[in-house]
């Protein structure tokens, strides 16, 4: 059973930064990909970056390009969420998710994550 426990969220002010950690545990993730989700209140879940394990490959959304970096830690099956330059838009409950990889041309959807983690908030005021 793969647990996926994010941390690292908060309140920051507008152009600040946050790192967020998602703890994998219950599996070898060489085999998986592990992308970051986000959700706005009121609004659908939206896809932020995803790494493939092993290889390393990202994709980042367009918005979050230049200010988000995704990175891996394989000894502590950590994965993290570096985000600078926040902006109040920014602000939602941030996911982390994994999956057996699969096309890289899905990885920037939801629907096709398994393992979930339980969110952390992320608010970025004016």
């Known amino acids: 059973q793969v647990q996926l426990v994010e941390s690292g969220g908060g309140l920051v002010q507008a152009g600040g930064s946050l790192r967020l950690s998602c703890a994998a545990s219950g599996r070898t993730f060489s085999s998986y990909d592990m992308g970051w989700f986000r959700q706005a209140s009121g609004k659908e879940r939206e896809f932020v970056v995803a790494i493939r394990w092993s290889s390393g490959i990202t994709i980042y959304a367009d918005s979050v390009k230049g200010r988000f970096t995704i990175s891996r830690d394989y000894a502590k099956n950590t994965a993290y969420l570096q985000m600078n330059s926040l902006k109040p838009e920014d602000t939602a409950v941030y996911y982390c998710?994994?999956?057996?990889?699969?096309?890289?041309?899905?990885?920037?959807?939801?629907?096709?994550?398994?393992?979930w983690g339980q969110g952390t908030q992320v608010t970025v005021s004016s």
């Open positions: 998710a994994a999956r057996l990889i699969m096309s890289t041309a899905t990885m920037t959807r939801p629907d096709g994550y398994y393992y």
